[in-house]
């Protein structure tokens, strides 16, 4: 199997940028370039994100689930700003410890909750009660 061509940096830097607010941008840069779909820019100090991890800690669900909708990776941050309890209740459950993990920019699996507004306090509340029972 040959291997492909990396994606232009400059690129993967502009997605995961525009992946903060601006779903028209996304969405022509995706229409161009497909496999910047699960591409994945790091800040520096390996402090790695994906476009649906921009849009996840930034409540940015229209351009969510544009992503998810488009093949991008499913991951507990964005499942948890998305409202999603039983993908969130599933992941901690076989998983505790990743409640500690910070998301994107070090930003807590918590904050993603908050940033997801109503849709998203069932998943806030189980959180907060897990961190309850942690102290």
Known sequence: MD???ALVASLVQEFIGNAHGDLN???ELLAREPALINACWDWGGGDFETALGAA???GRKDIAYFLLDHGARLDIFAAA???KLDVVRAALTAFPETIKTPG???IPLIAHAKAGGEEALSVLEYLESLLQESK
């Open 3 to 5: 291997p492909k061509p």
């Open 81 to 83: 700003m998305l409202g």
């Open 104 to 106: 994107p920019h070090g």
């Open 25 to 27: 941008r996304v969405q």
């Open 56 to 58: 996840a800690h930034m």
